[in-house]
């Protein structure tokens, strides 16, 4: 049976209206009444736990890190899209929808992706009553820029640190709520299951993370921002402490995962230096507005940058995309990159690096105009590299990013489980098979100011969920579930670390299922993945105890998660035989060696149904319709 | 090059601690602080020790959960630099480092360079926001922001709560945190009209969780690793002041 979007029909531009007004709202004096489950406090979370408690629902909160503040949608730094068109450019819902399809190489849901354009405007109006410091122009107003190879200025941005403002924003109104006893805080707290009753999300199994102590917490409903899974690699540009666990023991329960293979690699990061090497740091992708491209035409050239002079210099991008240049999206530029390198012809100690050269952007604007500009990127760069790209060019490679799968949601962000759902980076909703940039900012607050709080109230409303206690049978299974995997960890006394492990899968996994992907590449991983699972709960050294703080314990439980999830993402790359978007299949190309789209076999979303561990999971389709956009090549010859 | 640690262990917080001295024979000097401690985790778990508990998160300067004293500098010798994007070519071959938690009896120690920072969160639950129900702002236009306000706004929001302030403070003074904050919300038009019972609300917590005052020594400043300026104090100070003078029966405006 396909899968139900409950995507309301008609016009797309009133079918959120018509949406929220079919659905049943809850009495104010009785939603204090109902409590729910908040897990994560990133823009999507905490801007959700937040609008909850100010609805009058009882909210409990919960975070891994030390405060809620520290969630890793602070590192985004490039902006936030809105489409204000407050520069009379041309830009309007409708166009922020119709790029954000079409970047998504049509592989996203239409009604998901229109509502988030519409809901974008509202989004920047909060923020700024919030107190969100977006960077003003003389006059007073907001300032734009456009970004990440757009043609209009929709790009809202607090200089570098976007993503920093906007959470503090949601921070500080969840602050607020906690403050005022709206809101149940658990900082250093980490959900370990979920428990399930009678088929819905009734609650989840936590570990403290300081003394170990294993609780159970019910509720009315719970809601997953739990960010994505690109940790999967090892080495991204996630924090150290993003994990899966929570979207996939959610997944172990019964929820659907929906395509796991499409992950987001961003072209501009700093190249890996040495095996030490514990998380690869971003550029903002602004800097190919200026910087050129290129890699020697010679393999294994080992001159000097500034020695190789321009006619043994092969600007690539420049030479094979002539009209977008260096500011292709990010998937042709990553690929590219890689295949140069694939050429004998990637630069630095590691061969595994290219250029983006400076030099003529100096020359003709002058220093201080690039300083102006780049200036904090430029520190950030000399202060990881020692190197000063003023001088000699930057080095740079792609780097895991984003993920744009996750659990499955329907059009109200709610899961096939009832009364589970799933927010921001963590659900598969609105970005297709490629994210555009300044767009996951958007989401997370789309979904956790506006949307989640609209849906959930139906819900609610509309669902009589039994009086249960810590002492039901479902709970106490959850729990023993958690203290039996905590038990094995701790027991299986082995010989190697858990980050040994984990770089292990990481790099198998970007070796195999990374930038580009082959059938036989993909079918040896899923060879390797198991046995190398296996090897790790039979040989894993974890120190200490379940009754402490314990890092390792905590890193082991998330490296076991993403040994399973490795093995559905290997599976879901190798069922979907075509290339679209992050997701390039080798045997899928163009002659001219771009992406080649099967919408006739694949437009459709691929949500998985969790087996067991070591059997096949089940496939269930949710195929995609397209009335407004119509699926194209995408060219940027 | 070769690098001898002292680090603070410390099994949990009833415990005693202790300097312990590790050597690290081979440490690359592109490693960062961090990817450094790490190599000493993974040689401790393979020798049967327990690795030692340090915080961290985003490892790019930002998200503020990494940090410790170096030598009895909060974040190292590097300024405007947080510890986790310190990296080893600042140290010179045979260098010997102590490693110590952040010292505060606001920040207690939870396990060996781990502390307990949540009295942060509750100063801003006391008061470090501006109250807007989602769904009643008006258009981001509607409310003009002077660029230079917004920029200086910008500057003190730039704070990343790591604690390193209050560390080297020899009071143990959160006001570099708490000004910021107020700076950040108080030159926005929207930080208005809170202005007064924030700061009001704030400094009072902040004695509830027993921070010290200010003395004007500056060294929060100093090893700041987002450059915030002492002049969010100085602020913090009048608005204080005001928002007294209010309390009594002044008036907004008086």
Known sequence: MPLDSKSPGGPIETRWDRHRFSLKLVNPANKRKHTIIVVGTGLAGGSAAATLAELGYQVKCFCFQDSPRRAHSIAAQGGINAAKNYHNDGDSVYRLFYDTVKGGDFRSRESNVYRLAQISLNIIDQCVAQGVPFAREYSGYLDNRSFGGAQVSRTFYARGQTGQQLLLGAYQALERQIGAGAVEMY???????????????????????????????????????????????????????????????????????????????????????????????????????????????????????????????????????????????????????????DEGRGVGETGLAVYLDFHDAIQRLGKPVIV???????????????????????????????????????????????????????????????????????????????????????????????????????????????????????????????????????????????????????????????AMREQFWRDVKVLGTGEELNQSLEKAGRVADFFELAELMCLDALERNESCGGHFREEYQTPDGEAARNDDRFSYVAAWEFRGVGNPPGLQQEPLAFEYVHPAQRSYK | MRIVLHIWRQANAAAAGRMVRYELPNVNTHMSFLEMLDILNEDLIGRGEDPVAFDHDCREGICGMCGCMVNGVAHGPLPGTTLCQLHMRHFKDGDELYLEPWRARAFPVVKDLVVDRSAFDRLIAAGGFISVATGSAPDGNAILVPKENADRSMDAAACIGCGACVAMCPNASASLFMGAKLAHLGLLPQGQPERDRRVMAMEAQANRELFGSCTNIGECEAVCPKDIKLEVIARMNRDFLHANWIGRGGLKGD
């Open chain 1, 372 to 530: 102006e500009r780049y200036g904090n990127l430029f520190d950030m760069y000399e202060r990881i590299t020692g190197e000063d790209p003023y001088q000699a060019p930057m080095r740079i490679f792609p780097a895991i990013h984003y993920t744009m799968g996750g659990l499955w949601v329907d059009y109200n962000l709610m899961s096939n489980l009832p009364g589970l759902y799933v927010i921001g980076e963590a659900n598969f909703s609105d970005h297709g098979a490629n994210r555009l940039g300044a767009s996951a900012l958007m989401q997370g607050l789309a979904d956790g100011y506006f949307v989640l709080p609209n849906t959930i109230n139906d819900y609610i409303a509309s669902t009589k969920v039994e009086k249960m206690d810590a002492g039901h049978p479902a709970v106490k299974e959850a729990e023993q579930q958690v203290n039996c995997v905590t038990r094995r960890l701790l027991e299986a006394k082995g010989t190697r670390t858990v980050d040994s492990y984990h770089r292990e899968l990481g790099k198998l996994m970007w070796e195999y299922c990374g930038m580009s992907r082959t059938a036989t590449g993909l079918k040896h991983a899923l060879e390797e993945i198991p």
């Open chain 1, 187 to 341: 900082p250093r707290t980490e959900m370990l299951d979920l428990i399930v009753v009678d088929g819905r999300a009734r609650g989840i199994v936590t570990r403290n993370l300081l003394t170990g102590k294993v609780e159970s917490h019910l509720a009315d409903a719970v809601v997953l921002g739990t960010g994505g899974y690109g940790n999967v690699y090892y080495l991204s540009t996630n924090a150290k402490g993003s994990n899966a666990t929570a979207i996939w023991r959610a997944h172990k329960r019964g929820a659907l995962f929906a395509n796991p293979c499409f992950t987001q690699i961003h072209p501009t990061c700093i190249p890996v230096s040495g095996d030490y090497q514990s998380k690869l740091t971003l550029m903002s992708e602004s800097l190919r507005n200026d910087g050129r491209v290129w890699v020697p035409k010679k393999k294994g050239d080992a001159r000097k940058p500034g020695e190789i002079p321009k006619e043994d210099r092969d600007y690539y991008l420049e030479r094979r995309y002539p009209s977008f240049g260096n500011l292709v999206p990010r998937d042709v530029a990553s690929r590219n990159a890689k295949m140069v390198c």
